[in-house]
């Protein structure tokens, strides 16, 4: 019997550490969710799931955009859907349709109301597996070059937004306009005095 358990013991010790290992990520989601920072949104093609036109990801860049992964037939996309809604006339938001049937999920954005200005459909999971997605729903703050700033696992509440999102954004903003400013063509110094001269002319 004493021998039986010391074939045994190794299996057991293993198997213990990786369920302590599994409680410890799952009472932590934001351990999973930190490990992405600052990788870049994937160059990635698909349909648009509201008009069925091709749509490519290198499209949502230019300014600072949230994308959320959601399914008609997951619960807590549908609890979180109200808050996406506000939140669609402060940033532009994306959508990403995971592992879904076209019909039930334009179905659904018919009924709930639609927040995105496009939804990439994923009805095989491709693009999802690229972005490290672990279910729906998940929401994700890019920055206008598509670096990925954070995201979210789970159902996503007003006061994760503002804890977590809102600061983020406001910075990639303000970093945005920084940038612009600091890399606007000056003006040629020879033009500069007609500029000056012409504006004196037209004053009364």
Not at 39 to 54: E, H, I, Y
Not at 59 to 76: D, H
Not at 81 to 110: C, F, M, Q
Request: include cysteine.
């Amino acid at each position: 019997m004493r021998s039986r358990l010391r074939l045994f013991l190794p299996l057991l010790l293993t198997l213990s550490l990786g369920i302590l290992l599994w409680l410890g990520l799952g009472n932590n989601p934001y351990s999973q969710d930190e490990a992405t920072l600052g990788r870049t949104l994937p160059a990635w093609q698909s349909d648009n799931l509201l008009d069925g036109r091709p749509i490519q990801t290198a499209s949502l860049k230019g300014e600072p955009f949230v994308l959320n992964v959601w399914a008609s037939w997951c619960v807590n996309c549908r609890a979180e859907h109200p808050l996406l809604s506000e939140l669609a006339g402060t940033v532009p938001l994306y959508g990403l349709n995971y592992r879904d049937k076209g019909d039930a999920a334009r179905a659904w954005l018919i009924q709930a109301g639609n927040p995105y200005r496009a939804v990439l459909a994923d009805p095989d999971g491709k693009l999802a597996l690229e972005l490290g997605v672990y279910g729906t729903p998940e929401t994700y703050l890019f920055a206008g070059d598509g670096t990925l700033l954070t995201r979210h696992t789970g159902l996503l509440t007003r006061e994760i937004w503002q804890r977590q999102f809102a600061p983020l954004l406001n910075q990639a903003r303000t970093d945005a306009q920084i940038k612009a400013a600091t890399t606007a063509p000056a003006i040629a110094p020879s033009i500069a005095p007609s500029i000056a001269t012409s504006a004196r002319e037209t004053q009364p």
